[in-house]
């Protein structure tokens, strides 16, 4: 899978999601901050999942209407828990992301909203 991870997921993730054989870009790595809209804008024209703990996302994509190809939300997630939880969403939901599903995650609670 192609992933674009946010600055506030953290490298770790990314590095992480490389390590295991995904193609994943941490947008810190990217430059400064262009913005939500325009990280997400990104992550399209790369076909590229966006990772982030930012709640503004879903804001962009439900009631503004933004395309995506597919958004995991951790923002409940501690630093330390994100690797864990993001394994369990690749394995368990990992064909819907694929389709354009949103992964929300909040303590324990997955939720997932396909397309």
């Not at 992933?3 to 400064?32: I, T």
């Not at 703990?53 to 994509?61: A, E, H």
């Not at 923002?75 to 819907?96: A, K």
Request: charged residues 25%.
């Amino acid at each position: 899978m192609k992933f674009l991870v946010d600055r506030c997921a953290g490298r770790r993730l990314a590095n992480w999601l490389s390590s295991g054989g995904h193609d994943s870009v941490y947008a810190g790595a990217l430059g400064p901050d262009p913005g939500d809209r325009a990280l997400l804008q990104r992550a399209v024209s790369e076909k590229r999942i966006l990772v982030t703990i930012d709640t503004d996302f879903g804001r962009l994509v439900y009631r503004g209407g933004e395309v995506h190809c597919g958004i995991v939300r951790l923002p409940d997630v501690r630093c330390n828990n994100r690797i864990e939880l993001m394994s369990t969403v690749i394995e368990r939901y990992g064909p819907q992301l694929e389709k354009g599903a949103i992964v929300t995650v909040r303590g324990e609670k997955i939720r997932v909203s396909v397309p």
